[in-house]
């Protein structure tokens, strides 16, 4: 068992090269801001906004739960679904559909040198195009979806990892962008034009800090890790063999939760 130990956290400390890209980053939010230039909808909240609105689109994802195209150079992230929102200046606030569509797997695309351009997506697949999320509002055709694309310059990021992505974007060095609400098949019944992007990294003071507030240890950690444990969601992927979840991933957790924070 000390063996096991031993070697639980020595891979937990190196993480880097295993499941948990970064050690101490427990999620990436992503913030996507507009301008609600026009709205042909007469149903569901969709219906309430109004153009002059700003609008954001926002959702978080573990920088280690990702899927890489085995065709294009991109990568898929997938995103935490409770988590996403749209947000309106005029008070509205829109989830995701769930359960969401059997098949399909809602993903904040990261594109590096894709043929020489540089850029951001929403998707359903890794399949290197995008696609709009459903929300869970009705629309006449279907449910209301939201759909986002960004293409910048080659020299706009370095590679596809999401903490070289960590940063603020907007015009600059953009070349093409796409925002708007879809009603099924037709796009853009709501019209927004896109004004900025954050994409921020929540660190944490140990690798077991994964859970708000960050840089502080407590219950709530506790019940993230058991929660993604028993998801077997990759956050909770903190020993080797990485990919598979056993008793060791709880050995480094505890050690780790125990070490406390600096």
């Known amino acids: 068992m000390k063996a096991q130990m031993i070697a639980g956290v020595g891979a937990m400390l190196a993480c880097a090269g295993g499941a948990q890209a970064s050690g101490c980053a427990a999620r990436i939010f992503v913030d996507i801001h507009g301008l609600i230039i026009g709205n042909q909808v007469s149903v569901s909240e969709v219906a309430n906004l109004n153009p002059g609105d700003t609008i954001t689109y926002s959702f978080a994802f573990s920088p280690s739960d990702f899927e890489d195209s085995g065709v294009f150079p991109i990568r898929g992230y997938r995103i935490d679904q409770d988590s996403f929102r749209i947000t309106s200046s005029g008070g509205v606030s829109i989830g995701i559909r769930s359960p969401y569509p059997a098949g399909a797997t809602p993903m904040f695309v990261v594109r590096d040198n894709d043929p020489a351009v540089d850029g951001f997506f ?16 009705d629309g006449v055709l279907g449910d209301f979806e939201a759909r986002f694309n960004v293409t910048y310059t080659g020299d706009t990021l370095s590679s596809l990892d999401i903490f070289d992505a960590v940063g603020s974007y907007d015009f600059t060095g953009l070349t093409v962008f796409g925002m708007g ?3 099924g098949f037709i796009e853009d019944v709501v019209v927004i034009d896109f004004s900025s992007m954050t994409i921020d990294a929540v660190l944490g003071c140990n690798p077991a800090d994964i859970a708000l507030p960050c840089g502080t240890l407590d219950f709530s950690d506790v019940v993230a890790f058991l929660t993604a444990f028993g998801a077997m969601d990759p956050i909770a992927d903190f020993a ?5 979840f056993d008793f060791s991933d709880v050995v480094a957790f505890l050690t780790a939760f125990g070490a406390g924070c600096p």
Do not use: K, R
């Open 181 to 183: 609400i879809n009603d």
């Open 240 to 244: 080797a063999p990485f990919g598979s």
């Open 122 to 137: 929403l998707s359903e697949s890794i399949g290197g195009f995008p696609s709009a999320i459903n929300t869970d509002q």
